[in-house]
T-cell receptor, first 110, second 115 residues
Framework: EDKVVQSPLSLVVHEGDTVTLNCSYE??????LLWYKQEKKAPTFLFML????IEKKSGRLSSILDKKELFSILNITATQTGDSAIYLCAVNFGNEKLTFGTGTRLTIIP | ETGVTQTPRHLVMGMTNKKSLKCEQH?????MYWYKQSAKKPLELMFV???????ENNSVPSRFSPECPNSSHLFLHLHTLQPEDSALYLC??????????????FGDGTRLSIL
């Protein structure tokens, strides 16, 4: 059964800290892994990863995929209060279907 | 502004009511999706339409009835819902089958409460 597990479920850190969010998966037909950020509204797209070992970066956020060990990490450096959100990991196992994890709720304390 | 607009933003209805959720995308995409997001649960895919054809019905009860009149519009018709159907309903769109390198884009959702 296709499955996506995120950890930790929640995380509270101080502004300026660096955080690492984890996503592991078991899927029968991997196509890509996606990270989304969800504040109070729509999940907004962050990264799509398809190849192992290639880091994707956007400002203070970066992500990498390990297809051998079946996991991905999302790093956020120098966190700010605006980074407080739920971070969702999803895996595309073909035919445009996404399987989501439960998300990591990140809270940044000023 | 994500390019995917959902209405209404909030909906409260009784178990015997009939209502519809609407989704419109302005991104020129060919695939549209309905998801259900309940507290402390992963997003659950409900329906997928690709070029207006339903390609996925993820074992959704018949009290939820989707409609996709064209590639830009998607509806979810609701009737005789149950309290456990209270959730955030998210619509998404993507380029479609032939562009797996493109992500899905989500609307802000409709917060549904069943009395």
């Amino acid at each position: 059964e296709d499955k996506v597990v995120q950890s930790p479920l929640s995380l509270v850190v101080h502004e300026g800290d660096t955080v690492t969010l984890n996503c592991s998966y078991e899927v029968t037909n991997f196509r890509s892994l996606l990270w989304y950020k969800q504040e109070k509204k729509a999940p907004t797209f962050l990264f799509m990863l398809t190849s192992s070992g290639i880091e994707k970066k956007s400002g203070r956020l970066s992500s990498i995929l390990d297809k051998k060990e079946l996991f991905s990490i999302l790093n956020i450096t120098a966190t700010q209060t605006g980074d407080s959100a739920i971070y969702l990991c999803a895996v595309n196992f073909g035919n445009e279907k996404l399987t989501f994890g439960t998300g990591t709720r990140l809270t940044i304390i000023p | 502004e994500t390019g995917v607009t959902q209405t209404p933003r909030h909906l409260v209805m009784g178990m015997t009511n009939k209502k519809s959720l609407k989704c419109e995308q302005h991104l020129g995409h060919n695939a549209m999706y309905w998801y259900k997001q309940s507290a402390k649960k992963p997003l659950e895919l409900m329906f997928v339409y690709n070029f207006k054809e339903q390609t996925e019905n993820n074992s959704v009860p018949s009290r939820f009835s989707p409609e996709c009149p064209n590639s830009s519009h998607l509806f979810l018709h609701l009737h005789t819902l149950q309290p456990e159907d209270s959730a955030l309903y998210l619509c998404a769109s993507s380029q479609g089958w032939d562009r797996p390198d493109q992500p899905q884009h989500f609307g802000d959702g409709t917060r549904l409460s069943i009395l």
